[in-house]
């Protein structure tokens, strides 16, 4: 399995971001996929999670600003981010479970494969 994270950059605070994870190497439609993030001298967070049928988690900081979707043709995620802030800033990964099926998880133990993430810098 790998995922292939993409779309990171520089915005102003305020602005919006839309990140992908294209994932290979099984059949994608059946699994969950989560997204994480870690700020340098920080441990890695739990942002958001989509099912594999199509149910979005997100943590409370992001909540209202930040949405993840699926295309399951594609075989790629998406974590749309508006009203971004300056302690959004980290690097994103998008991550994805060993086992089909199953509910939303925030923890990190629960994922098997890591993409290779992609770092946002938010500015002030």
């Known amino acids: 399995v790998q995922l292939q994270a993409s779309g990171g950059g520089l915005v102003q605070a305020g602005g919006s971001l839309r990140l992908s994870c294209a994932a290979s190497?099984?059949?994608?439609?059946?699994?969950?996929m989560g997204w994480f993030r870690q700020a340098p001298g920080k441990e890695r967070e739990f942002v958001a999670a989509?099912?594999?049928?199509?149910?979005?988690n997100y943590a409370d900081s992001v909540k209202g600003r930040f949405t993840s979707s699926r295309d399951n043709a594609k075989n790629t995620v998406y974590l749309q981010m508006n009203s971004l802030k300056p302690s959004d800033t980290a690097v994103y990964y998008c991550?994805?479970?060993?086992?089909?099926?199953?509910?939303?998880?925030?923890?990190?133990?629960?994922?098997?494969?890591w993409g290779q993430g992609t770092l946002v810098t938010v500015s002030s």
């Open positions: 991550a994805t479970p060993d086992r089909p099926y199953g509910s939303n998880r925030a923890g990190a133990a629960y994922y098997d494969y």
């Open positions: 190497g099984r059949t994608f439609s059946t699994y969950n």
């Open positions: 989509i099912s594999w049928g199509g149910v979005a």
